[in-house]
Nanobody, 124 residues
């Protein structure tokens, strides 16, 4: 049974930092590209960041580039999202997802497995 479990969300003030983690089990982690998506109330889910299977290549939405960093530890089957200089517009539920292809990291349809999400709330 594949499981993706996010953690690390919370309520912070603008300018603060958070580090999200996503622990993955039930699949061969190193054969999946990983991504983070988010969904704010009343909005569609959007791409945030992705990382290739090896961790060499990373991809970011323009809105988070320079503030967020995605990384992975293939020995611990975990992917991380370091979020710095948080803004109120970063408020959303953040989801991690696993993509067996790695062909189009910004495309949510490519991701086969999803976590339940973790809430991030940034106050002004």
């Amino acid at each position: 049974q594949v499981q993706l479990v996010e953690s690390g969300g919370g309520l912070v003030q603008a300018g603060a930092s958070l580090r999200l983690s996503c622990a993955v089990s039930g699949l061969t982690f190193s054969t999946y590209a990983m991504g983070w998506f988010r969904q704010a109330p009343g909005k569609e889910r959007e791409f945030v960041a992705a990382i290739s299977k090896s961790g060499i290549n990373t991809y970011y939405a323009d809105s988070v580039k320079g503030r967020f960093t995605i990384s992975r530890d293939n020995a611990k089957n975990t992917v991380f999202l370091q979020m710095n200089s948080l803004k109120p517009e970063d408020t959303a539920v953040y989801y991690c997802a696993a993509d067996p292809t790695g062909w189009a990291p910004r495309l949510s349809l490519n991701y086969r497995y999803w976590g339940q999400g973790t809430q991030v709330t940034v106050s002004s």
